[in-house]
């Protein structure tokens, strides 16, 4: 009697995935996020280059503690998205395609991308 190979039910939450593909992940998640940000941002600009009314009202959406909390997901889904595509630029011209090099790249992009968000988001407060 033989046994048929029957799917099995992978349960995605118990592999551990190398830190390049969830930085790949990130990758993928920020420009998502970026593209649905486009059209609040083109919203406020529109608002704001409206008159002083418009800028006013512009300021006061802005100044909110729930869209600085969005922006600063927006500045951090454009500084991971502009860093690890740096990265892929290079894997693409054969730098850095060593598991151990592409690994420190991997984890420097999720490590510098928050890192950058903070300060500028500092900054920009």
């Known amino acids: 009697m033989t046994t048929k190979n029957r799917p099995v ?3 995605l939450t ?12 990130g990758h993928r998640a920020s420009g998502v996020l970026m593209i649905l940000a486009i059209p609040f941002l083109a919203y406020a600009l529109d608002l ?7 800028f006013a ?8 503690l729930f869209i600085k909390l969005v ?7 454009l500084l991971h998205h502009l ?8 894997i693409d011209i054969h ?17 510098a ?7 500028i988001g500092l900054v920009l407060l």
């Open 9 to 11: 039910y992978l349960d």
């Open 14 to 25: 118990q592999f551990r995935f190398p830190i390049a593909a969830i930085m790949s992940v």
């Open 48 to 54: 704001s280059l409206s008159g002083p009314e418009g």
């Open 57 to 64: 009202e512009a300021k006061m959406i802005l100044d909110g």
């Open 71 to 77: 922006l600063f997901v927006v500045l951090w889904a």
């Open 83 to 90: 860093l690890a595509g740096i990265r892929f630029l290079l």
């Open 95 to 111: 730098m850095g395609v060593e598991k151990e090099i592409a690994t420190k790249s991997a984890q420097a992009v999720m490590v």
């Open 113 to 119: 991308a928050p890192v950058l968000a903070v300060l």
